[in-house]
Structure formats: C-alpha cells, structure tokens
C-alpha cells in the first residue's frame, strides 16, 4: 500500500489549496480515504474522509464549509479542496486508508497558512 500526499504550500489567510493523494497497491474503490492533520505539540486530528463510492463523506467541525473532499476512482487519487483558509489550519496533512484503524499512511504535506 503506498499513499502518496501532495500540494502543500505556503498560502495566507483566506486563501486556497488543494491537497492531492495518489495510492497504489490496493484495491482503491473499495476503500475509504481519510485525510488527517498535525500541527506542532498537538495531536493528530482528523480533518475529512470519503466512502469508497463517494455516498458518504466527513468533515470535522473546525473545517466544515471550507473545505470539500473529492475522489476520482479512474485515478486512484482523492482531493482536498481547501479555501478560506485559516493560520490554524497550519499542520502537515497526511492522508490515509484502512479505516476504522487507518491502518496505512503516506509521507504529509506541510501547510501554512500565514501573512
């Protein structure tokens, strides 16, 4: 299983960016993407996931009508749409399969959003 992140950046507040995870090595259609955060000294939280048939997603409170998660099953890569974007959404995302214990992750992608 390999889970590949891209797309962070620096951006400032209000701003933009869409985070990309490409996978390989398993059955993608069949399985759930999550994608979480880690900022320094705090835990890992989980941001957003999407089922594998994209009948159900998920967004945490903190990013709720912000940012939109998407999959495109042809592929394999599953998309964070970030926008108005926030200096606490500073972390490194990391996305991840295998629920409900997210058995498989990818190397993250640093976010930062500042002036």
């Known amino acids: 299983v390999q889970l590949q992140a891209s797309g962070g950046g620096l951006v400032q507040p209000g701003g933009s960016l869409t985070l990309s995870c490409a996978a390989s090595?398993?059955?993608?259609?069949?399985?759930?993407i999550g994608w979480f955060r880690q900022a320094p000294g705090k835990e890992r939280e989980g941001v957003s996931c999407?089922?594998?048939?994209?009948?159900?997603?998920y967004y945490s409170d903190s990013v709720k009508g912000r940012f939109t998660i998407s999959r495109d099953n042809a592929k394999n890569t599953v998309d964070l749409q970030m926008d108005n974007l926030k200096p606490e959404d500073t972390a490194v995302y990391y996305c991840?399969?295998?629920?409900?214990?997210?058995?498989?992750w990818g190397q993250g992608t640093q976010v930062t959003v500042s002036s």
């Open positions: 991840s399969t295998g629920p409900p214990t997210w058995e498989y």
């Open positions: 090595g398993f059955i993608f259609d069949w399985s759930a």
């Open positions: 999407i089922s594998r048939r994209e009948s159900n997603t």
